[in-house]
Structure formats: C-alpha cells, structure tokens
C-alpha cells in the first residue's frame, strides 16, 4: 500500500472522501487557495534554489512570482488581482525577514519514499535548513490565515512524517520542526520523539488496515463544505436528488415538520435555562424552596448531590471480599463513540461490535441546522 500525508489527512477526515480521491479517482476543481498556496510555494523554492549564499533582491523575487504565476482556479480577473496583490504583501514580509540571514538549504522540495512496516510512504520536504551550530530543521510552508493552537503543531502529522522520513533517509533526527505560517508571517516550532516515531508507526498501520477492510464511512466534518464529492455522498445524495426534481415531496414534508419541531425544542430548552438561573437566584436570595404559581401548581428546588467514586479506593474494599467484577461495567455511550470514532484497527472494532449482546444497529435523528449554526 502507497500512503501519503495527504492521503491519510484525508482518510482521518473523511474516509469517504478518500476513496472518491484516491481509489475511485474522480475529480476535482480547483480554488483560487489551491492555486495561490502552489504559487508561494513554487516562487519560495526558486529563492532559495541558489548556488551561493546570498538572496535575491524583491525585484528578482517578484519577477519570480510573475514566472510562477497562474490563473487557474480563479473566478474573474479582479479576483485573480487581488489574491496577487496579496502574494507581493507576503513575499515582502518574508524577503523583509530572511533575506539577511540567507544560507544555502541543506535541502529543498526533496521528495523521498519510506517503507513503514510494508507501507510505502511519500512526500516532499519544503526545505531543510543547517542550525547554526549544529543539527538541522525541517520548515514547511503554509498558508493557513490562522496560527493553530501550540498542541495541534505538537500532534502535526505531516511534521512527524518528514522526522521519521529524515530518519530514515540521512539517518538524522531534526531539532527542530517548523511550520511557516506565510500569511501571518511567523513560525511554531516543536520537535518529536522515538515515542512519536512509534505512536506515528501505529497510526499508520491502522489508516492501512482500515482501508484494507474497505472501511470508507462518510464523516461529517467542517470541510464538508467545500467537498468537491458532496453529488456521489451519502450524507448529501438526497440534497442533489431533489436539485433534479423531488423525488418523494411528501416525505420532505415530513422531514420539514420534524425539523420545525426540533428548533421549537431547542428554543424551549434555552427559556427553561434561563428561567431555572432566574429562579434559582430567587430562590437563593429569599431561602426559598419552593415557588407556587398562579394556580397552586409549585416549583421545587431540591440539592442534588453530584460525586465521583474513587475507583481505586473501591476497588481495595471489595476486592478482598471477591466483590470487585460485580461493580464493574462498560459504558454503552463511550464504547459507541469510541467505535464510531474510525480510530481502532479494523478486527479490533469488529471484535467489539460483535461483542455487544444485541448485534444490531438503530439509527437516532439529529438536526444539522444551518440557521443555528450561523448565530
């Protein structure tokens, strides 16, 4: 099997949509992001690419943006002029801040192909640069309009990629491992570990396993918007179905109503918090306990005491007593989510769901509101 950091992004997001990229192979259309992010990327190798240690001028790195430059993806002119516009604001920061320090790369766009316990992996090394006094960093550019929180670049998946890649191919560990943040102009540093490395070769090995099976479930996530594939999913066949001609108008009545419902559930939900909080004060204000209507119907306020056992503790009371299997239990709700959660090695999930006493599967509804998600 021929892995990716792409291809394993894609199928830990969605592993529909893999198997529409990657398996079925069918296509996609380009986006002015797209095009732009391969333009900065193509312009910052030629600035670097240089025999000896002394950058280029901005008037030669414009020149080399203008060379690199394509209209592919976007939508009109004035939009193609913009986002250029908006490439010479980023390539003169990034010129403003390395053009002093300029060193020959000890690598650049370096493609490689590791064998991950029968897995072939591929990718491309944007640059590696020599630390000034010893060790080497691996930088990969972004451009990403919003720095990630310090741990997401901690788990960054395409970083552990290249550490192990570097590892295996110069026999090197990096000190360091930089993502370039273009459009904001700054860098996150983190570094990995031999843990890392292990923890990275095992998420690999159930990626593979689960594609293998032929575990290719459709996963709602924020992307989803923007899925070139959204006419052949399951969660959106229905949505284009009905773009032809409503296949059954009636059900769509039903499914209007139930919807309807739902929010009148939801507004309901948040009067009844806001008014416990107001009772509640009242309540706790004047040492009240209980509130009478109008027509003697009453509102009761009794504590509640919430505790959590110590497990432990427990465990060395009953224990002794051959008492400790009988309080053990599993969780319905947290087994499902964690089997639902894709992240398990195929035999293991189908192990676990043939483990349940009921072997069947129920469906619940939830609203997916697009007017509450934009409040």
């Known amino acids: 099997m021929k892995l990716s950091y792409s291809s394993i992004n894609t199928y830990e997001t969605c592993p529909a949509k893999y198997k529409f990229q990657y398996e079925d192979r069918l296509p996609t259309t380009g986006s002015p992001a797209l095009s732009f992010g391969d333009v900065l990327h193509r312009t910052l190798h030629r600035f670097h690419n240089r025999p000896v240690p002394v950058a280029p001028s901005l008037d030669e790195m414009f020149e080399m943006l203008d060379g690199e430059w394509s209209g592919d993806g976007y939508r009109d002119p004035s939009e193609e002029r913009l986002y250029h516009d908006h490439a010479r604001q980023i390539l003169t920061e990034y010129h403003r801040v390395n053009a002093d320090s300029f060193r020959i790369p000890a690598a650049l766009e370096f493609r490689f192909t590791v064998e991950v316990d029968g897995i072939q992996l591929s990718g491309m090394i944007d640059r590696m640069d020599r630390i000034p006094g010893g060790g080497y960093e691996i930088i990969d550019y972004k451009t990403n309009r919003r720095l990630p929180p310090k741990d997401v670049v901690d788990r960054d998946l395409q970083l552990s990629l290249y550490y192990m890649a570097a590892r295996e191919i110069w026999g090197i560990q990096p000190e360091r491992l930089t993502l370039y943040f273009l459009l904001p102009g700054q860098r996150m540093t983190t570094f990995r570990t031999e843990a890392d490395a292990d923890q990275l070769r095992r998420r690999i090995a159930t990626?593979?396993?689960?594609i293998a099976a032929g575990k290719f479930d459709p996963r709602q996530n924020p992307l989803c918007d923007w899925c070139d594939f959204?006419?052949?999913?399951?969660?959106?066949?229905?949505?284009y179905e009905k773009e032809k001609g409503d296949p059954a108008p009636r059900m769509t009545e039903l499914v209007d109503e139930w919807i309807a419902l739902k929010r009148e559930d939801w507004e309901r939900y948040r009067r009844l918090e806001d008014l416990r909080a107001l009772i509640n004060a009242f309540c706790e204000e004047h040492g009240y306990r209980r509130l009478f209507g109008s027509?003697?119907?009453?509102?009761?306020?009794?504590?509640?005491?919430?505790?959590e056992p110590d497990a432990e503790r427990i465990r060395s009371i009953l224990e002794p007593l051959g008492l400790w299997d009988q309080v053990l239990a599993v969780d319905p709700k947290k087994l499902s989510s964690l089997i639902e959660g894709r992240s398990l090695p195929p035999d293991?999930?189908?192990?676990?769901l043939a483990s349940r006493e009921e072997v069947r599967t129920q469906y619940s509804l939830y609203l997916k509101d697009r007017v509450r998600t934009r409040r």
Do not use: F, I, N, W
């Open 207 to 210: 990626v593979a396993e689960r």
């Open 230 to 239: 959204q006419s052949v999913c399951p969660l959106y066949k229905h949505k």
């Open 295 to 307: 027509d003697g119907s009453a509102v009761d306020r009794r504590p509640v005491h919430v505790t």
């Open 348 to 352: 293991v999930e189908d192990a676990l």
